[in-house]
T-cell receptor
Framework: EAQVTQNPRYLITVTGKKLTVTCSQNMNHEYMSWYRQDPGLGLRQIYYSMNVEVTDKGDVPEGYKVSRKEKRNFPLILESPSPNQTSLYFC?????????FGSGTQLSVL | DAKTTQPNSMESNEEEPVHLPCNHSTISGTDYIHWYRQLPSQGPEYVIHGLTSNVNNRMASLAIAEDRKSSTLILHRATLRDAAVYYCIPQGAQKLVFGQGTRLTINP
């Protein structure tokens, strides 16, 4: 089944403790992206990647890192999480004009 | 980025058609019009997209105005499962900017 898989589904952490949210897709898509969703602000793009080893900032990249060492994986790294990064995160990949989203990761930073 | 205007919320009854409007008067000539929806506690889900002509798929129909400044997503026979937030996005897929969308409520 074609899908985008994110892990973990829920994560509670403390300020400053590095964490990684994984994202994997099995559709051989070149394009992948990370979004965060906050009440009243909608979905905002954090980073995107047009292909392996090619990444670029979205609208809200501060405090995040990404890497794209292989086509299927696009992890989101928070080196030193802060409470304002508490949010619902979605990974997506695109084939043509269609975006496929993962189920989301609810992150709480205390 | 093209600006969009959608109603904040709409309500309909089960098994009736639903017409969800979207205004995108600043759309560029090459941008597709995408519609996504987000069910509660899930990631956004692709619904349909089109450029100039009306489009149909198993989920919905998309009616695009001749001047492309507006479009309407048509759910032909709404079910309870169609209750979601619907986003109209007039851009290329790889730079989609999600606005607030329309929250659709379906009454049994």
């Amino acid at each position: 089944e074609a899908q985008v898989t994110q892990n973990p589904r829920y994560l509670i952490t403390v300020t400053g403790k590095k964490l990684t949210v994984t994202c994997s897709q099995n559709m051989n898509h070149e394009y992948m992206s990370w979004y965060r969703q906050d009440p009243g602000l909608g979905l905002r793009q954090i980073y995107y990647s047009m292909n392996v080893e090619v990444t670029d900032k979205g609208d809200v990249p501060e405090g995040y890192k990404v890497s794209r060492k292989e086509k299927r994986n696009f992890p989101l790294i928070l080196e030193s999480p802060s409470p304002n990064q508490t949010s619902l995160y979605f990974c997506a990949s695109a084939g043509g004009e269609k975006l496929f989203f993962g189920s989301g990761t609810q992150l709480s930073v205390l | 980025d093209a600006k969009t205007t959608q109603p904040n919320s709409m309500e309909s009854n089960e098994e009736e058609p639903v017409h969800l409007p979207c205004n995108h008067s600043t759309i560029s000539g090459t941008d597709y019009i995408h519609w996504y929806r987000q069910l509660p506690s899930q990631g956004p889900e692709y619904v349909i997209h089109g450029l100039t002509s009306n489009v149909n798929n198993r989920m919905a129909s998309l009616a695009i105005a001749e001047d492309r400044k507006s479009s309407t997503l048509i759910l032909h026979r709404a079910t309870l499962r169609d209750a979601a937030v619907y986003y109209c996005i007039p851009q290329g897929a790889q730079k989609l900017v999600f606005g607030q969308g329309t929250r659709l409520t379906i009454n049994p």
